[in-house]
């Protein structure tokens, strides 16, 4: 399944905000940041990662749906869908 802005929305917005959170954790480390403080910030990268891949799962599980009930062929099985799913949990 090819992905869009389309299909995968908000996951965007979130993998741009995290993009952003990964730099500031960056400069933080370059600029000896407390330990404590970073950890907390990388681990809100690390959050918001995962909440985008869920969301592009989601999208992509709505996407087959779709299709499927319009009597198309949809481009994954759900079987795709779930093992893709359980690589991010």
Not at 5 to 22: C, F, I, M, P
């Amino acid at each position: 399944m090819e992905l869009n802005e389309s299909v995968v929305g908000d996951a965007l917005t979130r993998l741009k905000r995290a993009h952003g959170q990964l730099a500031g954790v960056i400069t933080m480390i370059e600029a000896g940041e407390d330990c404590a403080k970073v950890l907390t910030q990388l681990a809100a990268v690390s959050k918001a990662l995962d909440r985008a891949g869920f969301k592009i799962v989601a999208s992509g599980l709505r996407h087959c749906q779709d299709a499927q009930n319009r009597g198309d062929q949809p481009p994954m099985s759900v079987t795709e869908l779930e093992k893709l799913f359980l690589a991010l949990a």
